[in-house]
């Protein structure tokens, strides 16, 4: 299928802003360029209740965003993990999506804003994931939630830490996971997969982007066979929580997506899969560009919900 109209003109002002890529800038110059997000992501819904609070991680405070649809009900409950290669990102570009699920999806919607490589690299962004989920099981009943509901998920690096998260929940049974939610997932750092080839340029994420952030992510050579950062060497696939994974066909990462389904499947993973046409990698958080962005937030949404049922 072609590339969706409102995509082109999006991409062609990319081309056209001169804009270093990212690895042609310092970090923070990189991180400024992309203050302009959160407006491309759309217009935030009304929510009930939207708390803003720090909890005690494994190197620091984490900021976190509790997003509830309703007053008073015992809901699921869904921990979110933010994209943008583990290196860019914060939660403001995600406003609209998180309240979108959460309402279309009416449960409780927990994002946290995990430290951030090269400065932190692996393990310290995922062991603040992992915190994030531990604190929630641990206060669910305060939270209202029901504490044999809560899954994880995430877009692109944050479905790759929500991967690596439910892997370790159940390699040490903390939690367990009623879900897991991987939106466009990076988690195969080799990238030796056609996609990554048909799709290298002109779709916004590139293969070389997308390389450079691995560089980032991963500090030493084991890390990138360690199942928490790279999840697709896992050895073991069994009895891992059901997964949702949606991909986009103009995505350099759409075969990694494709290819964990399988990994998991065949290891008796209960595994929803969806590749979306038409559509770039990013689009979950632009709803500000595309009405694809809330196509993807109802679709997930109902099949958290399948899965709960």
Not at 44 to 66: A, C, Q
Request: aromatic share 12%.
């Amino acid at each position: 299928m072609a590339l969706k109209p409102e995509f082109i003109p999006f991409l062609e002002a990319r081309n056209a802003s001169g804009l270093p890529e990212v690895w042609q800038a310092p970090v923070a110059t990189i991180r400024k360029n992309l203050e302009n997000r959160a407006i491309q992501s759309g217009e935030p819904e009304k929510i009930f209740e939207v708390i803003h609070r720090y909890i005690p991680g494994p190197t620091s405070d984490l900021p976190l965003r509790i997003y509830r649809p309703i007053k008073g009900t015992v809901l699921p409950a869904l921990v979110f993990f933010h994209g943008g290669g583990w290196v860019l990102n914060n939660l403001d570009s995600y406003e609209q999506a998180l309240r979108s699920i959460a309402n279309k999806g009416q449960f409780v919607v927990i994002a946290v804003n995990y430290q951030k490589a090269p400065e932190l690299p692996f393990p310290i962004p995922f062991d603040d994931c992992y915190a994030t989920l531990l604190w929630v099981a641990q206060n669910a009943e305060k939270l209202g939630i029901n504490a044999n509901q809560i899954g994880v998920g995430g877009d692109s690096a944050g479905a790759n830490l929500a991967a690596g998260v439910a892997i370790k929940a159940r390699d040490t049974r903390d939690v367990n996971l009623a879900f897991q939610l991987l939106i466009y997932p990076c988690n195969d750092s080799e990238m030796k997969y056609g996609s990554a080839y048909s799709n290298a340029v002109g779709y916004g994420l590139s293969t070389q982007a997308m390389e450079w952030l691995w560089e980032q992510y991963l500090s030493k050579k084991s890390d990138a066979k360690n199942p928490y950062a790279v999840p697709a060497t896992a050895k073991d696939f069994r009895g891992l929580a059901p997964a949702i994974i949606t991909t986009a066909e103009f995505d350099p990462l759409l075969d990694d997506g494709y290819n964990y389904a399988e990994l998991l499947r065949k290891s008796g993973v209960p595994t929803v899969y969806r590749e979306y046409d038409g559509v770039i990698h990013g689009y979950f958080t632009l709803a500000g560009i595309t009405p694809e962005a809330e196509v993807l937030q109802q679709f997930v949404s109902n099949e958290i919900n399948a899965i709960l049922r």
